[in-house]
């Protein structure tokens, strides 16, 4: 059971990273010769898309850390 989950946690991770990659990459090609206020509202959009993006690591890497603490209690039983 904890090796299933340990796989989708990874998983789960991978899609984070490449998500997060992908929208730093479309920040960084954005150019910016357009219009003040719609390129400062899509900048700003970009970042809260990579601060949540960043909650879900944490939240996935506190996962991790419950999940190891589970089987090692398991372990010593």
Do not use: C, W
């Not at 003040?36 to 990579?50: A, H, I």
């Amino acid at each position: 059971m904890f090796m299933k989950i340990a796989i989708g946690a990874i998983g789960i991770g991978v899609a984070l990273m490449v998500g997060y990659l992908v929208i730093a990459q479309v920040k960084t090609a954005l150019p910016s010769d357009l219009n003040s206020t719609n390129y400062d509202n899509l900048s700003s959009s970009m970042e809260g898309v990579q601060v949540t993006i960043f909650a879900g690591f944490g939240l996935l890497a506190v996962g991790i850390i419950v999940l190891a603490a589970f089987g090692l209690i398991n372990i010593f039983k």
